[in-house]
């Protein structure tokens, strides 16, 4: 397992994200690479750089805030293995999500982090 890029998360009100997004673009130098909507939590993800801008209401961020960072891998299974090898514990089993599949884990120090392999045309 390789981990192509960590991305620090950023919760935010959907009426703030296009300001975000402009905002970190500016600050940065980079572009959104990244934007989608995610209709089964109901939120919007974008990402800029390092930063992965998350926005949704209060109801929909509750249940995801507690999720520190995401890690971008190359082989979400491998991660599995490595995650369990290394003590963290699965809090939820790799799934599908709109860019690929997805895991949140707990690490051993107790930072929660979703894991997650891009396929397709959100591929890096």
Do not use: W
């Not at 997004?21 to 995610?38: D, K, P, W």
């Not at 109801?59 to 995650?83: H, I, K, S, W």
């Not at 699965?90 to 979703?114: A, K, Y």
């Amino acid at each position: 397992m390789k981990v192509l890029r960590v991305y620090v998360r950023i919760y935010l009100a959907p009426s703030a994200l296009d300001n975000a997004i402009a905002f970190y673009e500016a600050v940065t130098g980079e572009i959104c690479a990244l934007h989608f909507s995610h209709p089964d939590a109901g939120l919007e993800v974008a990402a800029v750089g390092a930063l992965l801008l998350i926005a949704g209401p209060p109801e929909r961020l509750a249940p995801v805030q507690a999720t520190q960072a995401t890690f971008l891998v190359d082989n979400l299974d491998a991660a599995r293995d490595t995650v369990v090898a290394a003590g963290g514990m699965i809090l939820e089993e790799p799934r599908r999500v709109p860019t690929g599949r997805n895991m949140r884990v707990r690490h051993p120090d107790d930072t929660i982090c979703e894991y997650v392999e891009h396929t397709g045309a959100t591929a890096e």
